[in-house]
T-cell receptor, first 113, second 116 residues
Framework: GENVEQHPSTLSVQEGDSAVIKCTYSDSASNYFPWYKQELGKRPQLIIDIRSNVGEKKDQRIAVTLNKTAKHFSLHITETQPEDSAVYFCAASINNAGNMLTFGGGTRLMVKP | DTGVSQDPRHKITKRGQNVTFRCDPISEHNRLYWYRQTLGQGPEFLTYFQNEAQLEKSRLLSDRFSAERPKGSFSTLEIQRTEQGDSAMYLC??????????????FGPGTRLTVT
């Protein structure tokens, strides 16, 4: 089955700096890669996703890149703010086979004011 | 709130008891997923439904676990003879499957189960 590895497990940045979180996946059939943000005690919230037919997607301060050959994808957050502090999870799935998500282990992002 | 809802939010039970959780998906969503999340880990897939049909079950889902979605709307997840290892957050997510595509999954707030 699919295996998703996520690094780093913790990341501390100064407010205004950029943050990058990286994930690798094992199943070359995976074609959908969402990112979720989870604040303490709250539900995972979808913040951005990318499908395998594109290499990059941006939404304001957030961007995701995908390298299908290397089987890795990354989340980039620019101009970080204290409210970006949370745990971020990457995930992978095969969209036309039920779309069951396999998650990475999470990255705890701390943005220091 | 038109998002995914789950009930109860917290459940404390004694080992050996049975528990049942409920999930109400976003109203037009025909797919419903159950995941389990333990502290410090990412969610793990348990099972999913398309309408009322249960289409996939993870090997994590032992015989003590059963899920239903009888009318294709809300779903229930029952755990029989609970064990301490069942303590976790049980998350429900829903999505709209349309033709060959089913992408965004939206999560509910979860039910936190503590088995004592």
């Amino acid at each position: 089955g699919e295996n998703v590895e996520q690094h780093p497990s913790t990341l501390s940045v100064q407010e205004g700096d950029s943050a990058v979180i990286k994930c690798t996946y094992s199943d070359s059939a995976s074609n959908y890669f969402p990112w979720y943000k989870q604040e303490l005690g709250k539900r995972p919230q979808l913040i951005i996703d990318i499908r395998s037919n594109v290499g990059e997607k941006k939404d304001q301060r957030i961007a995701v890149t995908l390298n299908k050959t290397a089987k890795h994808f990354s989340l980039h957050i620019t101009e970080t703010q204290p409210e970006d502090s949370a745990v971020y999870f990457c995930a992978a799935s095969i969209n036309n086979a039920g779309n069951m998500l396999t998650f990475g282990g999470g990255t705890r992002l701390m943005v220091k004011p | 709130d038109t998002g995914v809802s789950q009930d109860p939010r917290h459940k404390i039970t004694k080992r050996g008891q049975n528990v049942t959780f409920r999930c109400d998906p976003i109203s037009e969503h025909n797919r419903l997923y159950w995941y389990r999340q333990t502290l410090g880990q990412g969610p793990e897939f348990l099972t999913y439904f398309q309408n009322e049909a249960q289409l996939e079950k993870s090997r994590l889902l032992s015989d003590r676990f059963s899920a239903e979605r009888p009318k294709g709307s809300f779903s229930t997840l029952e755990i029989q003879r609970t064990e301490q290892g069942d303590s976790a957050m049980y998350l429900c997510a829903s999505s709209l499957f349309s033709g060959p595509s089913s992408y965004e999954q939206y999560f509910g707030p979860g039910t936190r189960l503590t088995v004592t």
